[in-house]
């Protein structure tokens, strides 16, 4: 059972380190406005689709989770 101990809290630092960052998202200039994302507007529809936005965030989180990897 201390696998299972410790696989639940991971999963629950993961989950409140995630609805920290949801939360902060919206506070961090340009995040959502950066060149390469996608918005596209014609009458009634619109679409958003944040690449660049997605790229930045995955490349901060793989930077955090290297400077916490066990060697």
Partial sequence: MNNVSKTLIVFGFV???TGVVIN???RIP?????PGDI???KG????FF?????VVISIMA???L???RKK
């Fill in 15 to 17: 989950l409140i380190v």
């Fill in 24 to 26: 902060l998202a919206g």
């Fill in 30 to 34: 340009g995040l959502g406005r950066l």
């Fill in 39 to 41: 918005f596209y507007r």
């Fill in 44 to 47: 009634n529809f619109s679409f």
């Fill in 50 to 54: 944040p690449i660049t936005s997605s």
């Fill in 62 to 64: 793989t930077v955090i």
């Fill in 66 to 68: 290297n400077l916490f």
